[in-house]
Nanobody
Framework: LRVAESGGDLVQSGGSLRLSCTALGFTLEASPIGWFRQAPGKEREGIACIDNTGDLIKYADSVKGRFTISRDNTKTTAYLQLDTLKPEDTATYYC??????????????????WGHGTQVTVSS
C-alpha cells in the first residue's frame, strides 16, 4: 500500500501548479490526506490536510489563502493546487495517508503511508 505524488515542476514566482496524490492498491474513501513539504536543510512541514469526507480541511499559515487541497468523488486521488507561488515554496512535496482515520492532522506522525515526493522549484 502506498501513494504516489505527481505534478511538480519548475515555475516562475507568481505561477501555479497542481499536485496529485494517487493511492496505489487501495482506495482513499475512508482515509485522510496530508500534504507536507521539505526544503533542503529544513524540517518537514505539514501544509494542508483533508479528512475522508472533505468537510474538514486545515492549512498551515505559510500557505493559507494560496494553496487549496481537494479530493475527487471516487476517493482515489487528492490534489493540492498551488497558486501565487513564491521562491520560499521551493521544496519536495509529499502526500501521506492512513487507513480508517476520520480526521486529519498536519502532524507527520499521524500518517502511515507516504509517497516518494515531487519537486517544486520556484524561480524568482
Amino acid at each position: 500500500l502506498r501513494v504516489a505524488e505527481s505534478g511538480g515542476d519548475l515555475v516562475q514566482s507568481g505561477g501555479s501548479l497542481r499536485l496529485s496524490c494517487t493511492a496505489l492498491g487501495f482506495t482513499l474513501e475512508a482515509s485522510p490526506i496530508g500534504w507536507f513539504r521539505q526544503a533542503p536543510g529544513k524540517e518537514r512541514e505539514g501544509i494542508a490536510c483533508i479528512d475522508n469526507t472533505g468537510d474538514l480541511i486545515k492549512y498551515a499559515d505559510s500557505v493559507k489563502g494560496r494553496f487549496t487541497i481537494s479530493r475527487d468523488n471516487t476517493k482515489t486521488t487528492a490534489y493540492l493546487q498551488l497558486d501565487t507561488l513564491k521562491p520560499e515554496d521551493t521544496a519536495t512535496y509529499y502526500c501521506a495517508t492512513v487507513r480508517a482515520l476520520h480526521y486529519c492532522s498536519l502532524l507527520s506522525v499521524t500518517y502511515a503511508y507516504w509517497g516518494h515526493g515531487t519537486q517544486v522549484t520556484v524561480s524568482s
